[in-house]
């Protein structure tokens, strides 16, 4: 006779009973609308393809409520992903070495102010295209 | 023993979760409040800005490569995350769905991208 292997049984619900497991789920939920607004981005580039028409419906459907939300939460996982990502890098980017080491803390900062220059960078990059787009000699 | 998938998608999931980090909240304000509000009254300049810049392949591979490892980093989450809610299936068909699908949707983003250049 042999014995059954102990198999614990765990809740589906598990993930509810402790803070730092809910706090997990939500980091990996931000998953969601990330992908979600990926599938916009394509419905525009598609929409982009098919002439001005069809770009100018897309535009429209941006300022729809439903899109303005998912926005919304998107933006709210956006920042929620970069924080708790970065909070991780210097877990994983360890640099130290015989002659020097570079302090966790420091390795975190210059992530956070990197996504902070790129934050700002890429919308001023944006509002300077599409200006010199509409003043612009075209 | 099979070898693993796990350095390929753990690979292309760091590389989206670093790429999202950086890019992803300025992406989400300029479509969702630059484009639709902020130049709300000259949207024919902006169908214009956005060929123009599209038909540059240096932008086409920044938004590829946007679209694509953000793709990749939320099939991983979402893989795990079915695991983690308790909800399995046979596993070459979540595969499939998950990874299949993130490399179809980059598929036709790459093809959408080409036909702007």
């Not at chain 1, 394509?42 to 897309?58: C, K, N, P, R, V």
């Not at chain 2, 130049?39 to 946007?66: C, E, I, K, T």
């Amino acid at each position: 006779m042999t014995a059954k292997p102990y198999i614990q049984r765990q809740p589906a619900g598990w993930w509810l009973k402790s803070s730092a497991y809910r706090r997990y789920m939500l980091r990996e939920a931000t998953a969601l609308p990330i992908f979600l607004y990926c599938l916009l981005l394509i419905s525009g580039l598609y929409q982009l393809t098919q002439g001005e028409a069809a770009f100018l419906d897309w535009l429209q459907v941006l300022r729809s409520p439903w899109v303005i939300a998912l926005h919304v939460v998107a933006f709210a996982a956006a920042l929620f992903h970069a924080w708790t990502w970065i909070e991780l890098v210097p877990k994983i980017l360890v640099v130290h070495t015989s002659r020097f080491t570079l302090s966790p803390q420091l390795i975190k900062r210059v992530h956070q102010g990197g996504a902070l220059a790129c934050f700002v960078g890429l919308i001023g990059l944006a509002v300077l295209l599409l200006t010199r787009a509409t003043t612009g000699a075209g | 023993m099979s070898r693993s998938n796990e350095p390929i998608v753990w690979s292309l999931f760091g590389a989206g979760g670093m790429i999202l980090a950086f890019l992803a909240p300025a992406m989400i304000v300029i479509t969702g409040f630059l484009l639709p509000f902020y130049f709300a009254d000259r949207p024919q300049d902006v169908y214009r800005g956005m060929s123009q810049f599209l038909a540059n392949p240096f932008a086409q591979l920044f938004l590829l490569a946007f679209i694509a490892l953000s793709l990749y980093h939320a099939a991983h989450r979402l893989y795990h995350g079915m695991h983690d809610l308790h909800v399995h299936g046979p596993r070459i068909a979540m595969l499939l769905l998950f990874y299949g699908g993130a490399t179809v949707l980059t598929g036709i983003c790459a093809i959408l991208l080409l036909r702007l250049g």
